[in-house]
Nanobody, 115 residues
Framework: QVQLVESGGGLVQAGGSLRLSCVAS?????LGWFRQAPGNQRELVAT???????NYGDSVKDRFTISRDNALNTVYLQMNSLNVEDTGVYYC????????????WGRGTQVTVSS
């Protein structure tokens, strides 16, 4: 099972930017970011597969950019124009080829956006 370790969370003012990183212990086809705010269900932020195909949640399109470095088994999430609604725990997740669900999960990193 691939292990995932996130970094880069923190406190930022509304309108600011943060960059999250996630290092995988091995190769995994699809990497993504999910987030969960208190009292809310976990939601998709963005995913990217090994071919570079990307998918974004509606609430982050045009503000967030996901990228990956396959040689480093690392996925990044550049978050711009952050707002208070972006506050939550951000989880890195991995999915194997042909799998339906994300099987590997990191422990999460807290992102807090202040007004």
């Amino acid at each position: 099972q691939v292990q995932l370790v996130e970094s880069g969370g923190g406190l930022v003012q509304a309108g600011g930017s943060l960059r999250l990183s996630c290092v995988a212990s091995g190769n995994i086809f699809t990497l993504g970011w999910f987030r969960q705010a208190p009292g809310n269900q976990r939601e998709l932020v963005a995913t990217i597969n090994a071919l570079g195909q990307r998918n974004y949640g509606d609430s982050v399109k045009d503000r967030f950019t996901i990228s990956r470095d396959n040689a480093l088994n690392t996925v990044y999430l550049q978050m711009n124009s952050l707002n208070v609604e972006d506050t939550g725990v951000y989880y890195c997740a991995g999915k194997y080829p042909l799998a339906v669900d994300f099987a590997a999960w990191g422990r999460g990193t807290q992102v807090t956006v202040s007004s």
